[in-house]
């Protein structure tokens, strides 16, 4: 891609999973219904306020065993669209395995710029410190997230309460955003592209697993792909882990199926 002599058009289609995937619409409702489902399923630790927003929740899913590990799983939808709500499908994986879950919420561009939602996701990691044992979660977290939660995974991956991530189909390099239809809500300032790109940022040694599909964009691969190889080149732990023939929708699979290709990852993380 060479990105200085693209046009608009180009540059955002670059980025645009849901043209790209022509059946997101109905891939993202069994995921919506399969979640619905589960919280349904499991009522009582949901819509706990770690902060003043109204999306500063979280949705927790404790394991029988209070010092299991916990995977923190953050939604995705570019920092602008979705919610924890909508996401709960995708920890029933390692929920089978007998780990605990959590799903923090946070406030969406352009109500809040990435800087505010980068603090709101470590304010709810420091309200896990807090408050998690209360709640029968007391074991090793593990941050995990797809998507725009995949670029809070990396970001937020230096937070005491975490012990390693996994990232999956994240953006880790925002100067193209600016160029892209995203940056209408997001607005991304010079610093912020500087602060919050996990690929221009000291690297955290912490395990960490970087996982795509391989029929993704070409940015996400590339961003991907970049971020492991910066890491390999520090000796840092965590695989790459190119899921074959998945798309950005497909690829949660992996990690909401008890056998999925991420929930065998996942398990090694703990």
Same mark, same amino acid.
């Given at each position: 891609?060479?990105?200085?002599?693209?046009?608009?058009?180009?540059?955002?289609?670059?980025?645009?999973?849901?043209?790209?995937?022509?059946?997101?619409?109905?891939?993202?409702?069994?995921?919506?219904?399969?979640?619905?489902?589960?919280?349904?399923?499991?009522?009582?630790?949901?819509?706990?306020?770690?902060?003043?927003?109204?999306?500063?929740?979280?949705?927790?899913?404790?394991?029988?065993?209070?010092?299991?590990?916990?995977?923190?799983?953050?939604?995705?939808?570019?920092?602008?669209?979705?919610?924890?709500?909508?996401?709960?499908?995708?920890?029933?994986?390692?929920?089978?395995?007998?780990?605990?879950?959590?799903?923090?919420?946070?406030?969406?561009?352009?109500?809040?710029?990435?800087?505010?939602?980068?603090?709101?996701?470590?304010?709810?990691?420091?309200?896990?410190?807090?408050?998690?044992? %209360?709640?029968?979660?007391?074991?090793?977290?593990?941050?995990?997230?797809?998507? +725009?939660? $995949?670029? /809070? #995974?990396? =970001?937020? @991956?230096?937070?005491?309460?975490?012990?390693?991530?996994?990232?999956?189909?994240?953006?880790?390099?925002?100067?193209?955003?600016?160029?892209?239809?995203?940056?209408?809500?997001?607005?991304?300032?010079?610093?912020?592209?500087?602060?919050?790109?996990?690929?221009?940022?000291?690297?955290?040694?912490?395990?960490?697993?970087?996982?795509?599909?391989?029929?993704?964009?070409?940015?996400?691969?590339?961003?991907?792909?970049?971020?492991?190889?910066?890491?390999?080149?520090?000796?840092?732990?965590?695989?790459?882990?190119?899921? %074959?023939?998945?798309?950005?929708?497909?690829?949660?699979?992996?990690?909401?199926? +008890?056998? $999925?290709? /991420? #929930?065998? =990852?996942? @398990?090694?993380?703990?």
């Amino acid at each position: 891609m060479n990105w200085g002599t693209m046009s608009r058009d180009e540059r955002d289609a670059a980025y645009n999973n849901t043209n790209a995937v022509k059946n997101s619409a109905e891939l993202n409702a069994a995921r919506e219904a399969q979640s619905a489902a589960f919280r349904k399923a499991h009522p009582q630790h949901l819509d706990l306020p770690y902060g003043p927003g109204e999306r500063n929740k979280w949705d927790l899913f404790p394991a029988a065993d209070p010092n299991a590990p916990c995977l923190v799983f953050v939604h995705g939808g570019y920092w602008q669209r979705n919610s924890r709500e909508m996401f709960a499908s995708l920890i029933e994986g390692p929920y089978a395995h007998g780990w605990a879950a959590a799903l923090p919420g946070y406030t969406l561009a352009p109500d809040a710029s990435l800087t505010e939602i980068v603090a709101e996701i470590n304010a709810a990691l420091d309200w896990l410190v807090a408050n998690g044992p %209360a709640h029968g979660i007391n074991g090793k977290v593990v941050l995990s997230g797809w998507s +725009a939660g $995949g670029h /809070l #995974t990396a =970001q937020c @991956l230096d937070h005491p309460r975490v012990s390693a991530g996994l990232a999956i189909s994240g953006i880790f390099e925002l100067g193209p955003i600016r160029d892209t239809y995203l940056n209408e809500k997001l607005r991304l300032s010079d610093e912020e592209i500087a602060e919050l790109s996990p690929l221009r940022l000291p690297m955290v040694p912490k395990p960490l697993a970087i996982t795509y599909g391989t029929a993704e964009l070409p940015p996400l691969v590339a961003d991907s792909r970049a971020l492991h190889a910066k890491r390999s080149a520090e000796h840092l732990p965590g695989p790459l882990i190119p899921v %074959a023939g998945a798309d950005h929708f497909t690829i949660t699979h992996e990690l909401r199926d +008890a056998d $999925g290709e /991420l #929930t065998r =990852q996942l @398990l090694l993380l703990a």
